[in-house]
């Protein structure tokens, strides 16, 4: 079993639709990370936490400590959201353990 | 701001060579990490320094692999010799601090004949 675990690994949706991704992971963790990659390769940092929630835009991160999983939200998805989402956890070393990545694909 | 700077964006060489992949992290950044990704294995954690040390390099392969940072605006890791199976997209990150927000390079896509 991997430590890192994302679900779903491929998502189509319609432009519009209200996204999820999740990540559950089964390691103590001082961060968790996601990231997103885009066709062209280039990887952007979209959050960065260790509880709670953040929102940035249209996007929405969770994450339960106690359950040691997290959600990533796309409000209103539009196709220049498709991409690989990549969720990342940190331990207190800062080694960083992937998940495998959710291909999201948003149709117009 | 310049983001983090990485050359070449692409290299092809024959097995056997040396391969030189060159970093700038962001100025102010005091933390830099290498990364590769492969289709098999997704995202991997080489190395990463801090303040110029290298901290943690249990990421790196093997012996070919080698990594330094002479100075806070540049890193290089250094292949020799050079493999097939080193055939990836090799990513270099920054960070301000330990627990805040990386910035990628564009990476640079290696292939080894």
């Known amino acids: 079993k991997n430590e890192v675990e994302q679900s779903p690994q491929n998502l189509t949706a319609q432009e519009g639709e209200f996204i999820t991704i999740n990540c559950s992971y089964s390691v103590g963790i001082s961060a968790l990370h996601w990231l997103q990659q885009h066709p062209g390769g280039g990887i952007v940092s979209l959050f960065m936490l260790s509880s709670g929630k953040k929102k940035h835009g249209r996007l929405i991160a969770t994450i339960n400590i106690q359950e040691k999983h997290s959600s990533l939200h796309i409000t209103a998805s539009h196709p220049r959201d498709s991409a690989v989402y990549i969720c990342?956890?940190?331990?207190?070393?800062?080694?960083?353990?992937f998940g495998t990545g959710t291909r999201l694909k948003v149709l117009a | 701001d310049a983001g983090v700077i990485q050359s070449p964006r692409h290299e092809v060489t024959e097995m056997g060579q040396e391969v030189t992949l060159r970093c700038k992290p962001i100025s102010g950044h005091d933390y830099l990490f290498w990364y590769r990704q492969t289709m098999m294995r997704g995202l991997e954690l080489l190395i990463y320094f801090n303040n110029n040390v290298p901290i943690d390099d249990s990421g790196m392969p093997e012996d070919r692999f080698s990594a330094k940072m002479p100075n806070a605006s540049f890193s290089t890791l250094k292949i020799q010799p050079s493999e097939p199976r080193d055939s990836a997209v090799y990513f270099c990150a920054s960070s301000r601090q330990i627990n805040q927000p990386q910035h990628f390079g564009d990476g640079t896509r290696l292939s080894i004949l």
């Open positions: 990342a956890v940190g331990s207190g070393t800062y080694k960083y353990i």
